[in-house]
């Protein structure tokens, strides 16, 4: 029921998803009166009423916490009992973050979990690269940092299917001494990293270069390069069809001689087809997509959804970190032994 054209959005890009990968079933929690007028074949598909909703200005601890019989928590719960596998939501984000942690839960081992986003590169090749954490802290510490480049690591191999991703850190300067006292920190944490291809700094102005595959960044420094980089290819594209339109007849001849270009140029920059934002460090899939995503936006999520499924992503991310603790707690009783 969340996102500015729910309940249709939804309803149109989970038909399109159940017709395209016939191994899923869908669980569509929220009004089933609604809903089911928008259905016109229920075929792996099962409606289930939820009572109440979560509204995008709701403060998201007090939803979760209140709204027990809303399709949010109702889902969360289903994918904590083992009743679903993955949680996908275009609503309230901090509702759907706060779900994730307190519901879904932690991977053992990971101390702050982040919000994947992939964006487009700009280069001569297309390509994206994923940017962690884009948004779901405030503030973060260099081992928050380290667990991200793990954790974009993971995803692009599994989901992107890069064998070894470069890892690359936002900061403002290549230099390994530039930024805050946490993002040298976070640098050499990195570097001393063996499982990590860290290929250094990158600074926000070539992050659309394809420079790396995974950047990663403190939540804050995050979301504001996510949003910058949003607003700007909006305003853009404005400002060219206003350009045009203004320009005389000439100017709309040659736009419509350049058109399939522009085509070109918005299907390449068009963020849908990566998917929704994804919730890392949890013990299953938890997806955002935006509030004002069309049925492709969201066609496009739950195709994401199910290659991590299928990768096993969150398996073998909970197996990382295990065996990590182990050694872990095996090196702390060793030194212990010798004192």
Same mark, same amino acid.
């Given at each position: 029921?969340?996102?500015? +054209? ?12 159940? #017709? ?5 079933? @869908? ?57 679903? #596998? =993955?949680?996908? *939501? ?8 706060? =779900?994730?942690? !307190? ?11 982040? !919000? ?27 081992? +928050? ?31 390994? +001494? ?8 976070? &640098?050499?944490? !990195? ?6 291809? @860290?290929?250094?700094?990158?600074? =926000? /102005? ?16 995050? /979301? ?13 594209? +404005?400002? %060219? ?5 203004? *320009?005389?007849?000439? *100017?709309?001849?040659?736009?419509? %001689? ?6 070109? %140029? ?17 013990? =299953? ?13 969201? &066609? ?16 073998? %991310?909970?197996?990382?970190? *295990?065996?990590? /603790? ?14």
């Amino acid at each position: 029921m969340g996102g500015d +054209h729910a309940p249709e959005a939804i309803v149109a890009g989970v038909a399109k998803a159940r #017709d395209q990968y016939p191994e899923l079933e @869908f669980l569509l929690y929220g009004q089933t009166d609604q809903i089911s007028k928008l259905l016109t074949d229920q075929t792996r598909i099962e409606l289930i009423q939820a009572d109440e909703v979560i509204g995008m200005n709701d403060e998201p601890v007090r939803a979760i916490r209140r709204k027990k019989k809303s399709s949010l928590v109702m889902a969360a719960q289903a994918v904590k009992k083992g009743e679903a #596998d =993955a949680l996908f *939501s275009c609503g309230n984000t901090g509702a759907l973050l706060t =779900a994730g942690l !307190l519901i879904v839960g932690r991977i053992k081992g990971i101390v702050r979990p982040g !919000l994947l986003s992939t964006l487009p590169v700009i280069g001569e090749q297309s390509g994206a690269f994923n940017l962690l954490d884009s948004g779901a802290n405030a503030e973060n510490k260099p081992e +928050h940092l380290h667990q991200y480049a793990i954790l974009g690591k993971y995803y692009a191999q599994k989901v992107r299917g890069i064998a070894n991703p470069r890892i690359g850190l936002l900061n403002n300067g290549t230099e390994p +001494h530039k930024g805050s006292k946490m993002t040298q920190e976070t &640098y050499q944490l !990195l570097q001393a990293d063996p499982a990590i291809n @860290f290929i250094g700094n990158i600074e =926000a /102005n070539t992050v659309l270069q394809n420079e790396a595959d995974v950047i990663v960044a403190d939540g804050f420094m995050g /979301n504001t390069l996510l949003k910058s980089i949003e607003g700007t290819a909006t305003a853009i594209m +404005h400002l %060219l069809k206003k350009t045009i339109m203004d *320009s005389g007849v000439s *100017s709309k001849v040659g736009a419509l %001689l350049l058109k399939p270009a522009f085509k070109q %140029l918005k299907a390449k920059m068009n963020q849908a087809q990566y998917g929704g934002a994804v919730l890392l460090g949890v013990k =299953a899939p938890v997806v955002k997509a935006h509030g004002a995503s069309d049925a492709e936006t969201v &066609y496009y999520t739950l195709g994401q959804i199910e290659q991590m499924l299928k990768e096993q992503m969150i398996p073998d %991310l909970v197996e990382y970190f *295990s065996n990590l /603790n182990q050694a872990s707690e095996n090196t702390n009783n060793a030194a212990n032994k010798e004192k």
